[in-house]
């Protein structure tokens, strides 16, 4: 009878799987762990190797995969690689699974266009996500002239009287990946000096009719249970605090829009547009 060593053993007293990708490996692990959890098997070992970028590391795999009869699930968009692992795995008997392979082809066919199959290309996406998430932050941390000294770094300043709709704008901004802070004029009060050391192509002024921002006003009052009671929400308060505002954009220098009939998509639409032409 044929002695079974410590490594046969130990090969089949473990169902093994490998994770074979280009790039970090990220897709072809999830993928993988999603279809073993459709299986009730005990003693699994997933095994990654990933960046790889050779014929050779490939057929090492593909040995060490025959020895351990394990299965492998692999990224690889480029056709040699990917060549090289549907052959070398054939040859020795094991079974690859290419993910996103006949995902491309598939695709390709559609669009009649060639991919472009450069490895980790999906982290671009990964990376919008993180700057989008960076952008929120920081509006919600330099909202209403909150953390005023680091306002050099905003992408876009948003001025404007209570009413607005500067907060909501600078949130919508951020969600598109643009860090925007928002300062508050009030009337009769200078805005803080450091505004004026920021490039006139950041700052961006918003005016309303003034029916407008005394309705918003009073529901915002109304919301709050606090009484009509102030300059708040008198409309001739109103248009003198339009009228300041007007006169500290003209003072900056700046652009400023009439966000009365205009939707916060319409407003951010300009600012980006902008941004992206300055």
């Avoid at 130990?10 to 959890?37: C, H, I, M, P, Q």
């Avoid at 040859?91 to 996103?100: C, G, H, Q, W």
């Avoid at 960076?134 to 050099?152: M, T």
Wanted: hydrophobic content about 40%; proline content about 3%.
């Amino acid at each position: 009878m044929r002695k079974i060593n410590n490594t046969e053993s130990e090969n089949n007293k473990y169902f093994y799987v490998f994770v074979v990708s280009d790039s970090t490996g990220e897709t072809a692990e999830k993928v993988a762990r999603a279809a073993l959890s459709q299986f009730d098997v005990g003693n699994v070992r997933l095994k990654r190797f990933l960046l790889v970028d050779s014929a050779q590391k490939i057929k090492e795999i593909i040995t060490e995969a025959s020895e351990k009869k394990a299965v492998i699930i692999f990224t690889l968009v480029g056709d040699g690689l990917r060549n090289t692992m549907l052959l070398e795995s054939n040859n020795s008997s094991v079974v690859s699974i290419d993910i996103i392979g006949p995902v491309l082809n598939s695709i390709s066919t559609v669009l009649n266009k060639s991919p472009e199959r450069k490895p980790g290309l999906i982290h671009r996406i990964n990376d919008e996500y993180f700057k989008r998430v960076d952008a929120l932050e920081f509006a919600v941390k330099h909202d209403d002239g909150q953390r005023i000294d680091e306002i050099g770094d905003a992408d876009a300043l948003v001025l404007g009287i209570s009413r607005t709709s500067k907060t909501p704008l600078c949130l919508f901004l951020a969600q598109r990946g643009f860090k925007a802070a928002n300062i508050p004029i009030i009337d009769h009060q200078e805005i803080n000096e450091s505004v004026y050391n920021i490039p006139k192509e950041k700052i961006f002024g918003l005016i309303s009719n003034p029916e407008r921002i005394l309705s918003l006003r009073k529901e915002r009052l109304k919301r709050m249970g606090i009484p009509f009671s102030s300059d708040y929400v008198i409309k001739e308060s109103i248009e003198e605090e339009i009228e300041y505002s007007k006169e500290i954009f003209t003072k900056l220098g700046i652009h400023f829009i009439d966000v009365t009939d205009k939707s916060i998509e319409e407003v951010a639409a300009d600012i980006i547009s902008s941004i992206n032409n300055k």
